[in-house]
C-alpha cells in the first residue's frame, strides 16, 4: 500500500500548472487545519465531516470559493482512494452553498470608451493594438492571443481566420475582419511563420499591461474580462445568438455569455404546471411494450 505521503506528491505532480499545484495544496493544508481544531483526523472524510468543514468554510469564503476549495480537497481524496489509502470520501456528496454570481453592468466598456482604449493601446506599437483588439474584437484572453502565430493565419473564402489555441489546446478558428484584419495581416507578413505576432510576453504580464492601457484610457478601472464581455455584448446585439457566442469564444456551455448578458436559463423559469399541463403520455392500449407478457406476472 502506497503512503499518503507519495500519493499527494505524485498527485500534485500530475499537475503541469505550478499554479494549479499551489491551490490544491493549500486547499489540502487548508482541510488539515481544519481537522486540527477539531479533533478529527485527517484521513476521516465521513460525509458528517465533510458538512461540516463547508460549513465552516461559508462563514469565512464566498460560495464560489467554497466550492473550488472543496473541489481541491475532494480530487486529493480521490487520488487516495484510487491508490487504496482509503475506502471513499463523503465530499461529493456534500451540500455546497449556493453560488450568487453578481456581475457589474456598469464595469463593461461602452464603445466611446474601447476606442480610447484601442487609441491607447496603438500608441504602444502595432502588437499591443493587435493584442488588445483580439481581446476586445476577438473574444480572446491574453493567453490564446499570445499563442498565434504566423502559420496560424490563413484565408478561406475571402475570409482571414485565425486559429486560436485553449490552455488545454483545443482549437477553434475565428475570423477577423476591418482594422484587425490589417495588423493581423501585416504582422504575419514581417514576422517569421513561427514567431509569436504579440512577441514572448507572458500571459500574466500582458494581461495585467492592457488592465493598465484600458484604465488610464478611460479614466476608470478595467480589465481584460471587462473587455471581453463587451465583445459579448457587442456580437449579442448585433443579433448573434447566444450559443454561437459561446463557441466563438470556445466555451463548451453558454453560461458564462448568459451571465454576462444577465440572461437567465430558459429551464429554470419553466413551472411545474406547465411541464403537466404539457407533457402528454401518449394512450397504449392499457398494456405496456408488445403486451406478451401476462398482467398475472406484473
Known amino acids: 500500500m502506497r503512503t499518503v505521503r507519495s500519493v499527494t506528491a505524485n498527485f500534485l505532480a500530475s499537475y503541469p500548472s505550478i499554479h494549479t499545484r499551489k491551490r490544491y495544496k493549500k486547499d489540502i493544508v487548508t482541510w488539515q487545519r481544519w481537522c486540527a481544531e477539531q479533533g478529527v483526523h485527517p484521513l476521516d472524510c465521513s460525509v458528517a465531516n465533510a458538512q461540516q468543514f463547508v460549513a465552516w468554510m461559508s462563514e469565512r469564503y464566498t460560495p464560489t470559493s467554497v466550492a473550488s476549495r472543496v473541489c481541491g480537497v475532494a480530487k486529493w481524496f480521490d487520488a487516495l482512494v484510487d491508490a487504496k489509502v482509503l475506502r471513499a470520501h463523503g465530499l461529493h456528496s456534500v451540500k455546497l452553498p449556493k453560488r450568487e454570481i453578481v456581475l457589474n453592468l456598469e464595469s463593461i466598456p461602452t464603445d466611446d470608451e474601447m476606442m480610447l482604449v484601442m487609441a491607447e493601446a496603438a500608441k504602444l506599437g502595432p502588437r499591443w493594438e493587435w493584442l488588445a483588439g483580439m481581446v476586445a474584437w476577438a473574444g480572446c484572453d491574453c493567453q490564446e492571443a499570445l499563442r498565434v502565430r504566423g502559420v496560424d493565419v490563413r484565408t478561406w473564402e475571402g475570409k482571414t481566420l485565425v486559429t486560436v489555441r485553449s490552455r488545454k489546446q483545443n482549437r477553434r478558428e475565428i475570423p ?38 484600458a484604465s488610464a484610457a478611460t479614466g476608470r478601472r478595467l480589465n481584460v474580462q471587462d473587455m471581453r464581455r463587451w465583445a459579448v455584448r457587442r456580437q449579442f446585439e448585433r443579433g448573434v445568438s447566444v450559443p454561437v457566442i459561446a463557441r466563438w469564444l470556445g466555451h463548451t456551455t453558454d453560461r458564462w455569455v448568459r451571465q454576462t448578458l444577465r440572461l437567465t436559463d430558459g429551464v429554470a423559469e419553466v413551472t411545474a404546471a406547465e411541464v403537466i399541463s404539457s407533457i402528454l403520455v401518449e394512450p397504449d392500449g392499457g398494456r405496456f411494450g408488445s403486451g406478451q407478457a401476462p398482467d398475472s406476472i406484473i
Open 176 to 213: 477577423v475582419d476591418g482594422r484587425l484584419e490589417v495588423l493581423t495581416v501585416g504582422l504575419q507578413s514581417v514576422y517569421a511563420p513561427t514567431t509569436p505576432l504579440a512577441g514572448t510576453m507572458t500571459s500574466e504580464w500582458a494581461t495585467i499591461r492592457l488592465g493598465k492601457i
